[in-house]
């Protein structure tokens, strides 16, 4: 044992520099490993945990009126022209709280149901104004959380006491990706009224968390509460919380509650159960935890393929001192253990301390990540994690360092002392320089790589990988950062730059000039609309024309063309198993039509819940709609904000709410920004650093196997200059191969990385561009920095005197 | 003859050359404050004991490696001052170098071992593949031979490749240290004979050698000894092994303690 330990000691230092680009490379896959591991493990348990610790409910279905709200019944004999609260007949009060009562029953009396509670709160479409600089609208509800309630708690996580006017107590989300600090104002546009809180709160709920569901929560103290309900008593919601029976499947929980309450002839505006909720909110952790696996399985690679080829040179640079040692009495064994244990002693060491830096990193990503799921997340050291990383990749590195020095057994010392080649080294004279045409630098090259394909082989397979990764990054930039569009609108509905609502008589006229304004490029009457389907209520995208539209939602079909067709969301296709071709029914207040089915369409933020129709579709269940909404589209998006004050001066009368839509997503793209920021960085450094350490190690150790060959060259003549591009050059036609083979066969595979990504979100269509153009600009600025690293690597040539092939 | 050699060009002269190596702690002064003057077309042996320094001074005087001090005149121009890179230059230009070891490069076959230097200067490729067929046979090197890989070949087969390489630019100066010792005497006499050829067309031969028939080629033969010239003697132009020759080097030898 001992014999080996001063063996390997002498191993270890014999090559620092090569020990020390292993221990980097290793660093690097236990740091990415121990990251994906720690969020896939902690993320999910961290997320069960928060929902069992406030008693979230698993599912959850609002329901249009309440127990407090003055009972109304739509009255159809009431003259239309004036659409106010007249229109609506008071009804008996005792009878809807009878019916809630009634339904609430019935529900907890279904199958698989552990606990049913019903709160009361208002539900509106509400804009935030100055949502992170700009006005955000979100469909909120707003509880009073004063009111005792078991299931789905809060959990208060800063909170200031002192007496403000209008306190409210806002999610996490809102607070820390809308920036809102305690004692802010946070102004809520409510169609033409504003209403001003104070923040005195932040809190922590598992029922909503983000904005990915298309609902989010805000809570007030009852005083502010019982004065905000005042007026918008209309409003009111009727929260139905259910929490199921261990194992019982959520969806058809849902499924069951909404056909019990639709059946009631209740209109249902919300559903959502737990795993959808988790789906949406875990998105960007889930994502980030694929790509990081990704690249800890290619670093790790990397550093296997590397660590053999080092192995195996040593053997072939020194099988004539292992034969001596041989001959001297080591055993096989011993010399494998003596080869195998600084690789051994350095994977220990920075696998244990790229762990480390893990837990350093961690906090950054953790604080993108928790903005988007929207809860407040911990992370601890994760025992179970490290032990993988390090029994994984210590494991890997003794499996492969064994397999490329077991040869060392087989050697027998006459051999090694003689100097004879075991290997089936070809002894073929490549390009021969009396027959072949060419510069004779270029041959030599050419030589060179012949006579060092193996490494050839080593720096073809890594930057081929490379390449994928860094196109994979380039494409994620390209259409996240250059193009956002195209990433946005695969996440996003219609787009606008502005948009318009005005009276429905003024409408028209304007619509007119507004077309003809020179900054304008086009201008849409576009609107989401609410239906009725099988009595919930779904919203429905009412364009004059599809074709016109810049985001096309729908991925099988097509869109509505005539009056009696329709687009249908993937999941209301899935949940009625709607075919295309089939017709489906659609009320409005009474009214109702038959449509065809022509098209699936997709969409994140409504979770394919949602509809298409014409125009004049829509216009066979309501003709009568007050208001008229204009999509306009800018040739300067940039201008959106003095557009918008134009046309308020232009169209004061008529106006009644515009949206500075562009402002808006790119809001909702600087969530994704940040991350892919961070993504796309990390790729390239990771890319080009991986690129220096094998070009590193391979050249480092050409340099030392072909010492004696460079001092020859020397000594007949040869200058620096001309041996640096030799060396240089036996990798570049490599590198060229596969770095731009890579590129050109990542615009036909990227495609498909990318669907399987997209689809892991429930996108079935993606607008993502494979540009070929920025594939290959991430193409050659890797090609030029391997060439450049390798010319700066082959630099030691110089302090390599003709002389020292003397001493040797 | 002193006088008639006088008159001789010097292509190097060398002032006050030191060489030392520092093995650890201890300072090895293997050449000593060696002046030394070698006479443009002659045929200049150096002998002395193994471990003499005979090697070192060859490479010193061929730019292969640097002094310690002193200095090297070139045609008249400062060796020591030149960069590596111009170093590699006056080499593939001036020097033809036979090694002890011979050092041929891997990899490769014969004949490309010798193009790799001659296709250096940029002459005519065909020239150069002409030229190099030539030497090889002048040094009796079969043809199928030529075409096998230096480490397929015998000692002396490498020898003699060694030797063409060294011969293919037409140095001014060939430098060739111990180029006969792993040939047989038939071999090593057609070496030799391309040696005294090479030296007839008027190129200058520096020649490390521990044999004696070897050294009855030279115009002129040095001793070396403690890091200094400690002997030199003139046998005059090589026509053929005359008694007289034999019998002045045998002295000589003899004098400097052999
Ligand atoms: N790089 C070196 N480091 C230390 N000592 C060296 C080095 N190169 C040569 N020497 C020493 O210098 C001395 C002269 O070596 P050199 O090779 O010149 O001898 P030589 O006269 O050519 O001998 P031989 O006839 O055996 O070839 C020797 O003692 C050798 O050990
Ligand atoms: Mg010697």
């Given at each position: ?112 149901v552990e606990k049913v509670e019903v709160l009361e709160a208002i539900f509106l479409n509400a804009i935030v104004k100055d949502f992170r600089g700009t006005d955000f609208d979100m469909n909120t509800v707003f ?666 | ?56 001074l060859m490479y010193a005087l061929s730019g292969m490696d640097r002094p310690s001090g002193g200095r090297i005149l070139f045609d008249g121009k400062d060796i020591t001052e030149y960069k590596d890179d111009e ?172």
């Amino acid at each position: 044992m001992k014999k080996i330990w001063v063996l390997a000691k002498h191993n270890l230092k014999k090559e620092k520099g090569q020990y020390m680009a292993f221990g980097i490379i290793l660093l690097m896959t236990a740091l990415i490993l121990n990251i994906a591991l720690v969020l896939l493990f902690q993320m999910d348990k961290a997320y069960d945990k928060k929902f069992d610790e406030l008693d979230t409910a698993n599912v959850n279905v609002i329901v249009a009126g309440g127990k407090s709200q003055p009972v109304v019944e739509y009255n159809v004999n009431i003259d239309k022209e004036t659409k106010t609260t007249e229109q609506f007949e008071i009804v008996e009060e005792a009878k809807i709280t009878e019916r809630l009562d009634e339904i609430e029953k019935e529900i907890s009396q279904l199958e698989n149901v552990e606990k049913v509670e019903v709160l009361e709160a208002i539900f509106l479409n509400a804009i935030v104004k100055d949502f992170r600089g700009t006005d955000f609208d979100m469909n909120t509800v707003f509880y009073n959380m004063d009111e005792t309630h078991e299931l789905n708690r809060l959990e208060i996580i800063r909170e200031d006491k002192t007496e403000v006017k209008n306190p409210i107590y806002l999610p996490l989300y809102i607070a820390e990706f809308g920036q809102f600090d305690l004692g802010d104002t946070i102004v809520y546009q409510i169609e033409e009224e504003k209403v001003e809180f104070t923040v005195a709160g932040v809190v922590q709920e598992m029922q909503y968390g983000n904005l990915g569901n298309g609902i989010i929560g805000v809570y007030l103290p009852k005083e502010t509460y019982t004065e905000f309900v005042k007026g918008r008593e209309m409003c009111h919601v009727t929260v139905f919380s259910a929490q199921t029976k261990e194992q019982a499947d959520s969806e058809k929980m849902m499924d069951s509650i909404t056909s019990l309450l639709t059946d009631a002839d209740e209109s249902v505006l919300f559903s959502g159960y737990d795993r959808a909720n988790k789906q949406v909110r875990t998105m960007v952790c889930n994502l980030l935890v694929v790509i990081l696996a990704a690249f800890a399985v290619i670093v790790l690679l990397v550093s296997l393929l590397l660590c053999r080829e080092r192995i195996q040179n040593r053997i072939e640079a020194e099988m004539t001192d292992m034969g001596v040692l041989k001959a001297l009495g080591y055993t096989g064994n011993g010399i494998i253990a003596a080869m195998m244990l600084p690789y051994g002693i350095v994977g220990i060491l920075t696998i244990v301390f790229g762990i480390g830096i893990s837990y350093i990193l961690l906090p950054v990503l953790v604080s993108v990540i928790q903005l988007q799921a929207g809860f407040w997340l911990t992370i601890g050291f994760d025992a179970i994690g490290a032990l993988i990383v390090v029994v994984l990749l210590l494991g890997m590195v003794f499996f492969f360092t064994y397999f490329a020095a077991r040869k060392i057994k087989k050697l027998q010392p006459i051999w090694a002392i003689r100097g004879i080649s075991q290997g089936k080294i070809s002894r073929k004279n490549v390009f021969a320089l009396q027959t072949t045409k060419g510069n004779v630098h270029l041959l030599l090259a050419g030589k060179n790589m012949y006579a060092a394909a193996r490494q050839n082989l080593l720096l073809f397979l890594v930057l081929f990988v490379l390449t994928i990764l860094i196109s994979f990054a380039g494409v994620l930039f390209y259409n996240v950062m250059v193009e956002p569009d195209n990433f946005m609108s695969t996440l996003a509905e219609e787009s606008p730059d502005a948009v318009l609502t005005m009276n429905a008589e003024d409408g028209k006229g304007h619509k007119e000039v507004i077309e003809n304004m020179e900054q304008v490029s086009n201008v849409l009457e576009y609107s989401i609309e609410t239906v009725q389907l099988d009595k919930e209520e779904v919203p429905v995208f009412v364009c004059e024309d599809f074709n016109e539209v810049t985001n096309d939602l729908c991925y099988e079909g097509k869109n509505p063309e005539n009056d009696d067709e329709i687009a249908i969301g993937n999941e209301i296709a899935q949940n009625g198993s709607y075919e295309i071709g089939d017709s489906i029914t659609l009320t409005v207040e009474g009214k109702s039509a038959s449509y065809k089915i022509v098209g699936f369409l997709q969409s994140v933020n409504y979770q394919g819940k949602l509809l298409e129709l014409t125009k004049e579709g829509y216009e066979k269940i309501c003709t009568e709609n007050p208001y008229i909404t204009l999509y306009v589209y800018l040739n300067e998006k940039e201008q959106t904000e003095s557009f918008l004050e134009l046309a308020e001066d232009n169209f004061e009368d008529g106006i009644v709410t515009t949206v500075n839509f562009y402002e808006k997503s790119k809001t909702s793209q600087e969530l994704y920004a940040g991350i892919v920021q961070i993504v796309v960085l990390a790729v390239f450094l990771l890319t080009i650093l991986i690129a220096l350490l094998i070009l590193f190690i391979l050249i480092r150790s050409l340099l030392v196997q072909r010492r004696q060959e460079l001092g020859i060259y020397k000594a007949i003549g040869y200058s620096n200059r001309q041996l640096m591009f030799q060396m240089a050059g036996s990798f570049l036609p490599t590198a060229f191969v596969a770095i731009f083979g890579s590129a050109v066969l990542g615009k036909f595979m990227m495609p498909t990385i990318y669907n399987g990504i997209f689809s892991m979100i429930g996108v079935m269509k993606h607008h993502c561009e494979i540009s070929a153009g920025i594939l290959l600009l991430f193409a050659g600025v890797l090609f030029v920095a391997t060439f450049f690293i390798s010319m700066v690597l082959s630099m030691p040539i110089k302090k390599i005197s003709a002389y020292a092939l003397i001493k040797e | 003859m002193q006088h008639k050699q006088k008159e001789k060009k010097a292509i190097i002269t060398v002032k006050g050359l030191q060489k030392s190596f520092s093995t650890g702690e201890v300072e090895q002064v293997i050449i000593n404050n060696l002046d030394l003057d070698i006479y443009e077309g002659d045929f200049t042996i150096i002998m002395g004991s193994s471990g003499a320094g005979k090697s070192t001074l060859m490479y010193a005087l061929s730019g292969m490696d640097r002094p310690s001090g002193g200095r090297i005149l070139f045609d008249g121009k400062d060796i020591t001052e030149y960069k590596d890179d111009e170093l590699a230059v006056f080499r593939r230009k001036n020097c033809g170098f036979v090694f002890q070891q011979i050092y041929l490069l891997e990899k490769m076959s014969l004949m490309d071992n010798v193009l790799t230097t001659g296709f250096l200067t940029g002459e005519k490729k065909n020239n150069v593949i002409k030229r190099a067929e030539d030497l090889f046979d002048k040094v009796n090197l079969p043809k199928i031979t030529r075409k096998k890989n230096s480490s397929q070949i015998s000692g002396g087969e490498a020898q003699r490749v060694g030797i063409v390489r060294a011969l293919i630019n037409r140095p001014k100066v060939v430098f060739a240290d111990e180029p006969t010792g792993a040939l047989n005497s038939n071999n090593s006499d057609a070496v030799l004979d391309v040696f005294s050829k090479v030296h007839e067309e008027g190129q200058s031969i520096i020649m490390v050698t521990h044999d004696k028939k070897t050294a009855l080629r030279a115009d002129r033969i040095i001793y070396l000894k403690d890091g200094k010239i400690f002997g030199e003697c003139l046998l005059g132009n090589y026509q053929k092994e005359d008694v007289e020759r034999t019998r002045k080097l045998n002295q000589f030898l003899e004098e400097m303690g052999w």
